[in-house]
Structure formats: structure tokens, C-alpha cells
């Protein structure tokens, strides 16, 4: 939607100034080079109180404060019967609600209020344990991600977004390098020959019953023979034969 408000062309051309320089710019030395300062040095002095505050506006102010201060547990910065300003335990940011009263509320899709978590997975539990329904549980921002991002949102629809770095769980290849130097482990060789980390009981072959049926004979036979390679064991059963797998 086109902005009702008067837009100064020079304003307009500053901004795709800059622009032009995020097109532009591929590496760190790019950037320096490339950018420049503002046309006009930051003009704010803090105060001894807040520093910032983005506000917006509801229809139910009540059901808002509600769920900022009691299930989230927002600590409290001011407070009044038509207006609640909201920080972190250490003051590292600040946002406020008012109701709309006979005014506009604020649309839910205007501003999202977006947080960088330590540890996205454990505070969604937390949440949920709490009762919020996720729209959107943690998850990688895109296929292999570290970056992972959860949202929900408030009584009045304003968009919570939790933000996390995630280490991936696959082995990378510096492990599994660390890996093959305390113990042998079978990889896939580029040659199709290549069977050295085989043993000559895995090219022994199975034994399958027979399948059609001895007669008796035959199985006197076989008795015979099976005693007379156990009394040749048992005349040298250390006498093993190693074989070369190469020439088996």
C-alpha cells in the first residue's frame, strides 16, 4: 500500500545510493570501500531512562498486558490503567501497548517483535508448557541451516518471532578423520577391487542346506568323512592357513 505521506525526491535518491552500494559490494574490503558515511552524524543524546520504544496499539488492552506480563513474564518499565511499557530483566529493550480506544488498532501483520535466543528449543518448550501455541515450531530458515526460527503470536495478532543458531547434528569431516585414526573404518573406495579391510571369514561362503534328500548311504558317507576331518583337527588344530583375499 502507497504511503499517504509526502516523499522528498532527495530522500529517495540517498536511499538508492545505498542501495546500489549492497548490489555492489561481493567481499568485507568491497563494503569499506564502497560505503560511506551518512550525509548527517547520529543527533541523539540518551536520557536517563529508556532509550527506545516502538508502540502499538490494541482493542483488547486488557487480554494484551495479560499475556505479556503473565505468560511471557515481561518485567514492567511503566504501567498504567492506558498504557504498558515492557523491557527484558536487564534493560535491553523496551516496546509498549495502548489501547485503541476510539482510534485504529494497530494491523497484526504491521510490526513483528523478534528475539535471538541462546537456545531457541529449549525456550519453546518452556512456551508451550506455558500454553502459547506455536504457528511455526523451531526449524531451519532454509534446508541445512544453522539459523532456526520459531513464531507465535499475541492476543491481538503481533507476530513473536524467536530466532536461534542451531549446530547441525551431521558428523562433519574433520569427526569422522578423527574417527578413522583410533579404529579402521570401512568407507566406500573409489576402486572397485579394493577389499583390504576384508577378512577371509567375510569371503568364506555361506553354508546352505542341501535341498534335495541323502539316502542312506550318502549320509553314512558323509559321517565317515566328517569323523575323519575331526581326527585331523584334533593332530593340529593350531595349524591355521591364513589366505590372501587378493588370491582367494
Given at each position: 500500500?502507497?504511503?499517504?505521506?509526502?516523499?522528498?525526491?532527495?530522500?529517495?535518491?540517498?536511499?538508492?545510493?545505498?542501495?546500489?552500494?549492497?548490489?555492489?559490494?561481493?567481499?568485507?574490503?568491497?563494503?569499506?570501500?564502497?560505503?560511506?558515511?551518512?550525509?548527517?552524524?547520529?543527533?541523539?543524546?540518551?536520557?536517563?531512562?529508556?532509550?527506545?520504544?516502538?508502540?502499538?496499539?490494541?482493542?483488547?488492552?486488557?487480554?494484551?498486558?495479560?499475556?505479556?506480563?503473565?505468560?511471557?513474564?515481561?518485567?514492567?518499565?511503566?504501567?498504567?490503567?492506558?498504557?504498558?511499557?515492557?523491557?527484558?530483566?536487564?534493560?535491553?529493550?523496551?516496546?509498549?501497548?495502548?489501547?485503541a480506544g476510539e482510534g485504529?488498532?494497530?494491523?497484526?501483520?504491521?510490526?513483528?517483535?523478534?528475539?535471538?535466543?541462546?537456545?531457541?528449543?529449549?525456550?519453546?518448550?518452556?512456551?508451550?508448557?506455558?500454553?502459547?501455541?506455536?504457528?511455526q515450531p523451531p526449524q531451519?530458515?532454509?534446508?541445512?541451516?544453522?539459523?532456526?526460527?520459531?513464531?507465535?503470536?499475541?492476543?491481538?495478532?503481533?507476530?513473536?518471532?524467536?530466532?536461534?543458531?542451531?549446530?547441525?547434528?551431521?558428523?562433519?569431516?574433520?569427526?569422522?578423520?578423527?574417527?578413522?585414526?583410533?579404529?579402521?573404518?570401512?568407507?566406500?573406495?573409489?576402486?572397485?577391487?579394493?577389499?583390504?579391510?576384508?577378512?577371509?571369514?567375510?569371503?568364506?561362503?555361506?553354508?546352505?542346506?542341501?535341498?534335495?534328500?541323502?539316502?542312506?548311504?550318502?549320509?553314512?558317507?558323509e559321517e565317515d568323512e566328517?569323523?575323519?576331518?575331526?581326527?585331523?583337527?584334533?593332530?593340529?588344530?593350531?595349524?591355521?592357513?591364513?589366505?590372501?583375499?587378493?588370491?582367494?
Amino acid at each position: 500500500m502507497a504511503t499517504n505521506y509526502p516523499i522528498n525526491p532527495r530522500v529517495r535518491a540517498l536511499g538508492k545510493a545505498r542501495l546500489d552500494v549492497a548490489r555492489r559490494a561481493q567481499t568485507p574490503q568491497d563494503w569499506q570501500t564502497l560505503w560511506k558515511r551518512p550525509a548527517h552524524p547520529f543527533p541523539f543524546v540518551w536520557g536517563e531512562r529508556w532509550k527506545q520504544c516502538v508502540e502499538y496499539r490494541v482493542d483488547d488492552f486488557a487480554a494484551e498486558i495479560g499475556f505479556l506480563i503473565d505468560i511471557l513474564g515481561l518485567p514492567v518499565n511503566a504501567f498504567d490503567p492506558d498504557y504498558a511499557m515492557f523491557t527484558s530483566p536487564e534493560g535491553e529493550f523496551f516496546f509498549a501497548v495502548v489501547p485503541a480506544g476510539e482510534g485504529t488498532s494497530t494491523p497484526p501483520d504491521a510490526i513483528r517483535l523478534q528475539f535471538m535466543l541462546a537456545d531457541i528449543f529449549a525456550t519453546a518448550d518452556e512456551l508451550e508448557s506455558r500454553g502459547i501455541a506455536f504457528e511455526q515450531p523451531p526449524q531451519p530458515v532454509a534446508p541445512g541451516a544453522a539459523l532456526n526460527i520459531a513464531t507465535f503470536r499475541t492476543p491481538h495478532g503481533i507476530c513473536i518471532d524467536l530466532w536461534g543458531m542451531v549446530k547441525s547434528l551431521r558428523p562433519s569431516l574433520a569427526d569422522l578423520q578423527a574417527e578413522d585414526d583410533d579404529e579402521d573404518v570401512f568407507l566406500p573406495s573409489s576402486d572397485e577391487d579394493d577389499l583390504g579391510l576384508f577378512t577371509v571369514q567375510d569371503a568364506a561362503p555361506l553354508r546352505t542346506p542341501a535341498s534335495h534328500p541323502q539316502s542312506a548311504s550318502e549320509a553314512d558317507l558323509e559321517e565317515d568323512e566328517a569323523e575323519d576331518e575331526a581326527d585331523e583337527d584334533d593332530e593340529d588344530d593350531d595349524d591355521i592357513e591364513y589366505v590372501d583375499i587378493d588370491t582367494a
